[in-house]
């Protein structure tokens, strides 16, 4: 009995620290591609990033990862805090990604996806509950390097716009009919309590997590504020 006491003890403290390792490695690895796309020369435009309010970050979705609910990716969102979103980077929240158009997408290695969320609007919607691209938020791939100034319109028309890399390419990418929310499982296992991606975004009811510096400090020297 004493024994099966014991295991269960030591269960009960192995399997919350396993999750949190599990999230602090996604969020890690949110950070490293972040700071790997930014890098690229005809990657996301600076204009584009500057005005963005909310960056999404998807890390290594694989094709295996398909199940009865199409296709699943998970990573992490911050956006810039303040009333009028003109202050820094917050900590990150835990995000998911899903649906069968995901599946598209996807060739045989993994891929990246980066959603940036450009005004007031798709931003309250990404943080108060899940949203089908396209439908509840308007969406488009996201222009890159110099198709930027073509793509004026589309900017200003998208709440959402999306990139991927896949295999060293990287592109605009459309994401419409792939539903997103946020992911309380994995932000209770990240900070260790109940949180809501709003709580952590724009109440700041933690603090910065050592796995999320990377991301947070990479978009903060890549774009410090936002242009009005």
């Given at each position: 009995m004493r024994k099966l006491i014991a295991v269960a003890v030591m269960l009960?403290?192995?399997v919350p620290l396993l999750a949190q390792k599990k999230e602090r490695e996604r969020l890690q690895e949110a950070g490293t591609?972040?700071?790997?796309?930014?890098?690229i020369p005809e990657g996301i435009p600076q204009n584009i990033l500057n005005k963005a309010e909310c960056v999404i970050v998807f890390p290594s979705v694989l094709k295996f990862a398909i199940g009865i609910g199409g296709s699943y990716g998970r990573g992490a969102i911050t956006c810039r805090t303040g009333a009028k979103h003109n202050g820094p980077w917050s900590a990150p929240?835990?995000?998911?990604?899903?649906?069968g158009n995901i599946?598209?997408?996807?060739?045989?290695q993994a891929t990246d996806f980066v959603?940036?969320?450009m005004n007031d609007r798709g931003a309250d919607s990404v943080l108060s509950s899940k949203i089908k691209l396209g439908a509840d938020a308007a969406a488009a791939a996201g222009p890159k390097g110099r198709d930027a100034?073509?793509?004026t319109d589309i900017v200003m028309r998208a709440e959402i716009?999306?990139?991927s890399r896949s295999r060293g390419l990287f592109a605009g990418v459309s994401l419409e009919g792939s539903t997103l929310r946020g992911d309380g499982g994995a932000n209770k296992n990240l900070y260790g309590k109940s949180l809501s991606a709003r709580d952590i975004v724009q109440r700041g009811r933690v603090g910065m997590p050592?796995?999320?510096?990377e991301l947070i400090n990479v978009l903060t020297r890549k774009s410090p504020k936002r242009a009005s």
């Open positions: 009960s403290i192995a591609v972040m700071k790997e796309i930014l890098n929240a835990m995000m998911a990604l899903e649906g599946g598209i997408q996807l060739g045989g959603l940036l969320v100034a073509a793509a716009l999306s990139y050592a796995a999320g510096r």
